[in-house]
Structure formats: structure tokens, C-alpha cells
């Protein structure tokens, strides 16, 4: 079993729908969580960086973390076909850990 | 604003053959990683260093060795191509550990 599971979709939507994108892992040691957007073609791009529980805000995108369920969310409001890429999440350990581990990334498309 | 500088973009090797991946970045982060991205795998991280004059192996560093002899340059190098080691290759920094990691564009790597 993987530490971190991501559906790989691809999840097609219309634009301006409301999209949620999902994350469950299995170390409970997990503290902070972040999402990142990937391009084709390009690097991973920080979107959000999240400690422990909780939600966050930032314009359309939301993230959401429930460590009692192990289990983290990012949301993106409005969406646009500029937001079509891949959306990997990623979780790290504790305050003196380097050892960021990755989902293997869902492809989103949004249509226009 | 650079960030995190990679060349070449893409390269083409010979089994048997070597080569150096480089890596630059302008904002004086103390750790520096290289991973890399196989398609549906998620990435996976190969070496890092926590500053100058330190490394240290990562999941995958089977292949590849590094140095880090400037804050600023963490360069990764392939002694002897396989084609096991056709990937795409990202480096990344942070500033300190569970610290959000900033990524370059990556080197598409094909060995033939």
C-alpha cells in the first residue's frame, strides 16, 4: 500500500464548476500538507501549504486537511480551463523532516 | 526572479554514457533535492543536501551521485547511463526542513 493514494483521473468538468480534488495517506505521523500544480511540461508549482488540521483559503482554492480521517481535500471555486493540469498532493513528517512524500497526481480538465 | 534553474531541458544519451544534470538557485536556500517523475509514480527523491559540503541519499540514489560544494549549485551526475534511468528530473530547494519545496522546469533524460 502506498503512503499517500491520489486518483489519477483524469477528472473532466465544465468550466466554472466546483472541483474537489482528494488525498487519503496512511502515516498518521503527517503534519504538514501542501498541493502542488503541475503544467505540462513544467515543474510542480507550490499552490498551498497547510499545518495540521483545518481548513485554508486562498482566491478560488480551498484546502482541507481532517487528520482523524486521514484525509485531505483541495477544492477550486469557478474553475477556468487555465486551471487544466495535474494536481499533486504531498505530506511531510514532522518539524525536522526534508522528506516531502508525493500522490502520484490527478489530471484535471476543465472545459470551456 | 529565476528560483530554481535547470539545463538542458531534454537530453538524449547512449547507454554507457555519462552526463551531469545542473542545478542553480537564487534564493539562498539551505537544502537542495533532485527526484524523479516516471509517469504514474509520483516523484521520487534520488539525493539531498542540507548545505554546503553535506549530502545525503535519498529513496532511489542507486546510479547517481552529487556534490554541493556552493550554496547555490546542486548538480546531479549519471555515470553510466541505463535505460532504467529514463526520467524526467527535477530539482527543488527549500529553505529549511518541512519548509514548502520550489521546483524547476526539470530535464527530460531518454536513454537509448
Keep these: ?112 | 526572479n529565476a528560483g530554481v534553474t535547470q539545463t538542458p531541458k531534454f537530453r538524449i544519451l547512449k547507454i554507457g554514457q555519462s552526463m551531469t544534470l545542473q542545478c542553480t538557485q537564487d534564493m539562498n536556500h539551505n537544502y537542495m533535492y533532485w527526484y524523479r517523475q516516471d509517469p504514474g509514480m509520483g516523484l521520487k527523491l534520488i539525493y539531498y543536501s542540507v548545505g554546503a559540503g553535506i549530502t545525503d541519499k535519498g529513496e532511489v540514489p542507486n546510479g547517481y551521485n552529487v556534490s554541493r560544494s556552493t550554496t547555490e549549485d546542486f548538480p546531479l551526475r549519471l555515470e553510466l547511463a541505463a535505460p532504467s534511468q529514463t526520467s524526467v528530473y527535477f530539482c527543488a530547494s527549500s529553505r529549511r526542513e518541512n519548509q514548502p519545496q520550489h521546483f524547476g522546469d526539470g530535464t527530460r533524460l531518454s536513454i537509448l
Design chain 1, 1 to 112: 500500500q502506498k503512503e499517500v493514494e491520489q486518483d489519477p483521473g483524469p477528472l473532466s468538468v465544465p468550466e466554472g464548476a466546483i472541483v474537489s480534488l482528494n488525498c487519503t495517506y496512511s502515516n498518521s505521523a503527517f503534519q504538514y500538507f501542501m498541493w502542488y500544480r503541475q503544467y505540462s511540461r513544467k515543474g510542480p508549482e507550490l499552490l498551498m501549504y497547510t499545518y495540521s488540521s483545518g481548513n485554508k483559503e486562498d482566491g478560488r482554492f480551498t484546502a482541507q486537511v481532517d487528520k482523524s480521517s486521514k484525509y485531505i481535500s483541495l477544492f477550486i471555486r469557478d474553475s477556468q480551463p487555465s486551471d487544466s493540469a495535474t494536481y499533486l498532493c504531498a505530506m511531510i513528517e514532522g518539524d525536522s523532516s526534508y522528506k516531502l512524500i508525493f500522490g502520484s497526481g490527478t489530471r484535471l480538465l476543465v472545459r470551456p
